[in-house]
Nanobody, 123 residues
């Protein structure tokens, strides 16, 4: 089970930190990712982190602004979002994949999904 939290309303230029708590499985067996879906748009990859936490991957639109990390002791993955823009407004989902060890961006490789947390960035 994946439980996402940390969303909210923030002004452009502000920051938010999303968290995703994993339970019920061996956390280290899963690469993790964050995706987002804006109204009327398809779900898109935001960031991924490998099983061992040594490899990360980012969508071009968030490179240099977002940072993904994982805390194996707490079975948690975080997404630190800085310099937020109105176009970052979306529901953000965390996801887990066992089939890929790396920080895959392919939505089809993710097996488990959290419930989503709303991020709204006002201009």
């Amino acid at each position: 089970q994946l439980q996402a939290s940390g969303g909210g309303l923030v002004q452009a230029g502000g920051s938010l930190r999303l968290s995703c708590a994993a339970s019920g499985r061996t956390f280290s067996n899963y690469a993790m990712g964050w995706f987002r879906q804006a109204p009327g748009k398809e779900r898109e990859f935001v960031a991924g982190i490998s099983r061992n936490g040594l490899s990360t991957n980012y969508a071009d639109s968030v490179k240099g602004r977002f940072t993904i990390s994982r805390d194996s002791a707490k079975n948690t993955v975080h997404l630190q979002m800085n310099s937020l823009k109105p176009e970052d407004t979306a529901v953000y989902y965390c996801a887990a994949t066992r089939s890929s060890a790396g920080a895959t961006s392919s939505i089809y490789e993710y097996d488990y999904w959290g419930q989503g947390t709303q991020v709204t960035v006002s201009s």
